[in-house]
């Protein structure tokens, strides 16, 4: 009897020692049976609290939307700014930055710069978007501009002309020279515009307005100095 128990080959003893009974797998759950329901039932109400939300946040989203499509729809001029301002507070937060994004655009329009300026100036401080945020900064100093509040608007320009990206620095430099050669400031205009310039020199398209505002301001130069 014992030497058959030592002829027993390895893979007949690993068989024995590896495999449970099916006895004892039926233990384990009967007596674990309260744990399993527990988690079962926890992952259950989280599936449903998330679905929930999904769904309450959907809703929330598509509400906003038909809100503002309506008074884009209904509303004209001032009185649109002013329902678009009304709702603006009970947004949803993703909606928020769109909304002054539209305000601001609106607020141009009507020539309300202070407005204006307050929406751009949200958009350049909330949005991690890049693009927008020099969308914002150019949108800032032409409403301070138009509010001929020019050294603030230069100075904004010179605040983020570093952080500009390159596809932007053609309006961002146009931007630039419009506003110093509104305030009179004939050096930073030409050199603005200079730039302009040199960006055209590098695609070979030499632009006649450009050019004739390289001469103007050199002229404003040269007879400020003399």
Request: overall charge negative; some cysteine; glycine content about 4%.
């Amino acid at each position: 009897m014992s030497e058959s128990r030592q002829d027993q080959s390895p893979e007949n003893k690993a068989a024995q020692t590896s495999a449970p009974p099916a006895s004892e797998w039926t233990r384990f759950v009967t007596d674990n049976m309260k744990s399993i329901g527990l988690v079962l039932a926890a992952i259950i109400v989280i599936a449903a609290l998330f679905s929930g939300y999904s769904y309450y946040k959907n809703r929330t989203m598509r509400n906003a939307q038909q809100s503002v499509d309506r008074i884009m729809t209904e509303e004209q001029g001032k009185a649109r700014i002013e329902a678009l301002q009304e709702f603006l507070p009970q947004a949803p937060k993703e909606m928020q930055t769109g909304l002054h994004l539209q305000l601001a655009r609106l607020c141009m329009q009507e020539e309300l710069f202070t407005q204006a300026v307050s929406h751009w100036e949200h958009i350049r401080k909330d949005s991690t978007d890049q693009d927008l945020q020099i969308i914002a900064v150019l949108g800032q100093a032409s409403a301070l501009a138009g509010q001929d509040k020019n050294s603030q608007a230069l100075d904004l320009l010179q605040d983020n002309v570093s952080r500009t990206p390159e596809r932007y620095m053609r309006s961002f430099n146009l931007k630039t020279a419009s506003i110093a050669e509104k305030a009179g400031n004939w050096e930073v205009a030409l050199a603005a515009y200079q730039k302009v310039a040199d960006m055209g020199d590098l695609t070979s398209q030499r632009d006649e307005f450009i050019e004739h505002k390289i001469r103007l301001m050199q002229d404003k130069v040269d007879s400020h100095d003399s």
